[in-house]
């Protein structure tokens, strides 16, 4: 039996490449769209460089914010139960 080998390298690189960006970024937008079909706000996706990993490393990442709040979204956290929504969806 082979002994695993962790690849810290190979994880950084996946995490820093132009498809680990595209991907958040696609995820972003749908939590995005999500929240703005239930909520009065108005939502946006944009890339963000996350610190992430044992070394801290700046890698892709994405940030859904409210680019024009509205009260009853934040009373109702909006935000909040569309991601929790969308988590409970993605599981098989």
């Not at 801290?56 to 569309?82: F, S």
């Amino acid at each position: 039996m082979s002994k695993y080998e962790p690849l810290p390298l190979g994880l950084k690189q996946i995490g820093q490449s132009a498809g680990m960006a595209k991907a958040s970024l696609e995820v972003a937008r749908k939590l995005a769209g999500n929240a703005q079909a239930v909520g009065d706000a108005d939502y946006e996706a944009a890339n963000q460089t996350v610190t992430a990993g044992w070394a801290n490393e700046k890698r892709a990442g994405a940030v859904v914010r409210e680019k024009e709040p509205h009260w009853r979204d934040w009373r109702d956290a909006v935000l909040l139960r569309t991601a929790e929504a969308m988590k409970v969806r993605g599981r098989r």
